[in-house]
């Protein structure tokens, strides 16, 4: 069994490290946020349905924004110095950058009704709807970058 080396400068590792760490947390984040938003959704007595909505929300503010920035630094400094010619342009690069991309607004969407659902929560009777938009866009992006990360890894041609 013959076992293959990658041989990457050293000036990269530190950026990839950065953007993989982004990328994890960015998805366990994601996670968090759907299955406390889901959960939500199950119960009945309001008290609970309030708190688990407000952690899902939370959770896409201070998690899933904050991962997503250090990924899509990583990447571009990650790019940068791995010095690719004008012509690289694999598959699996082509399909980071349209998930990083739609990803990046469907993210946004997710923070600015994650902000109107906070608000909603003050209210004494809130039915939590937001968070149940905010879930499934959560588990949509997690099915999204689940998907990027086996392109990531595997580099399919």
Do not use: C
Request: glycine fraction near 6%.
């Amino acid at each position: 069994m013959t076992v293959l080396a990658v041989n990457r400068p050293s000036d990269v590792e530190f950026p990839l490290f950065l953007h993989v760490l982004g990328a994890i947390l960015l998805i366990g984040t994601l996670l968090v946020a759907a299955t406390a938003l889901l959960a939500a959704w199950r119960r009945k007595d309001p008290r609970e349905v309030t708190s688990l909505t407000r952690i899902g929300l939370w959770t896409i503010l201070l998690g899933v924004f904050p991962s997503y920035v250090l990924m899509r630094v990583g990447a571009r400094w990650t790019e940068a110095a791995s010095d690719y010619p004008d012509d690289f342009e694999p598959a699996w690069l082509g399909l980071g950058y349209i998930t990083a991309n739609l990803g990046a607004l469907v993210t946004l969407i997710a923070i600015v009704l994650a902000i109107i659902g906070l608000r909603r929560l003050r209210e004494p009777v809130s039915r939590a709807v937001l968070g149940r938009v905010v879930a499934s866009l959560s588990l949509l992006l997690f099915a999204a970058y689940a998907v990027a990360v086996w392109a990531m890894t595997a580099k399919p041609t």
